[in-house]
């Protein structure tokens, strides 16, 4: 027993001393920790780039959100399996990067698979692979909640935190992808949303997310769906460039649910159609814009056509 607290007590004696070796000397520590899912160990390596931890949850357990850290992963399946524990929480002020330069579908994938319950407002429960606190970032990842343990699976819930970034991941197989209930101030890049029930959805005011550069592509229903005005997916007050590619989605690429007038911003995308089709009963799907009750204005100028359309 006392050799067994001993090599407990060194070890967090050997990772707090390689935190503070790590300082740079300001007012808050600005480092790296590492994780390979191959050869990491979470109980005797000090998560650095010899070293590295095993899991992503051990990482961002030892990670301080005030001490602006980067958590960078190496290729391989980060799931329970692993010894991840979900949903996964990326700490405020914490950035995890996997393979950035291929949204994580690289010739071997970094892959965070899994879900675990979130509560929502009655008090029921979704499932979610990510759970993102304020300022924090991710970055380079295959995204999918494959869980069983509730009826919906949205790899990343954006509620009560702002100034997220979501940047450069292929994100699948969700009932939707990114479920946006109330977070603003975010930035979604360069993601790859495809496969999933629905894309992005926003059912709740975000006038100052920037949603930009994103495929959102042969989605089961929906590219993206919107219960509110103000969101910016090209031209509003966010100052997103547009570039998102709303290409080739079940239902329809983009679908407004908004029964109040106001505008929705979607200038300078790509679509299927040039320009690009509007309805109001849906009657066939495969429509790019269906405004099911005609009294918000979504506004779609500077549209082209996206590079494979579906007709």
Request: charged content about 15%.
């Amino acid at each position: 027993m006392l050799k067994s607290r001993i090599l407990g007590i060194s070890i967090m004696a050997a990772l707090l001393l390689s935190a503070c070796n790590r300082n740079n000397g300001g007012s808050a520590l600005n480092y790296d920790y590492y994780v390979n899912a191959a050869v990491g160990n979470d109980y005797l390596n000090d998560g650095s780039q010899d070293n590295p931890f095993k899991t992503i949850t051990h990482a961002l357990g030892i990670a301080n959100g005030d001490m602006n850290i980067s958590i960078k992963v190496n290729p391989g399946t980060y799931d329970v399996v692993n010894g991840e524990t979900f949903p996964i929480e990326v700490p405020t002020g914490v950035s995890l990067i996997g393979d950035e330069e291929n949204r994580g579908n690289g010739s071997e994938t970094t892959m965070i698979r899994g879900g675990g319950e979130y509560p929502t407002y009655d008090a029921n429960y979704i499932s979610t692979t990510m759970y993102m606190r304020e300022g924090s970032k991710i970055s380079g990842f295959i995204l999918e909640d494959n869980s069983t343990v509730a009826s919906f699976h949205m790899p990343f819930v954006l509620k009560y935190d702002d100034d997220i970034t979501i940047h450069r991941n292929t994100i699948i197989n969700g009932d939707h992808a990114i479920y946006f209930a109330g977070s603003d101030f975010d930035v979604i890049t360069d993601n790859n949303i495809t496969k999933n029930r629905n894309g992005i959805s926003v059912i709740a005011s975000t006038p100052n997310t920037r949603i930009e550069n994103n495929i959102i592509t042969h989605n089961r229903g929906t590219g993206v769906y919107t219960e509110v005005n103000g969101v910016d997916f090209g031209g509003g007050a966010a100052g997103s460039a547009g570039g998102n590619i709303f290409s080739c989605n079940s239902g329809n690429d983009l679908m407004s649910y908004i029964s109040f007038s106001g505008l929705v911003f979607a200038e300078n995308n790509m679509w299927d159609h040039t320009p690009p089709t509007e309805t109001i009963t849906n009657e066939s799907g495969g429509i790019d814009v269906y405004n099911m009750h005609d009294v918000s204005t979504i506004e779609i100028s500077g549209y082209t056509l996206a590079p494979s359309p579906c007709n």
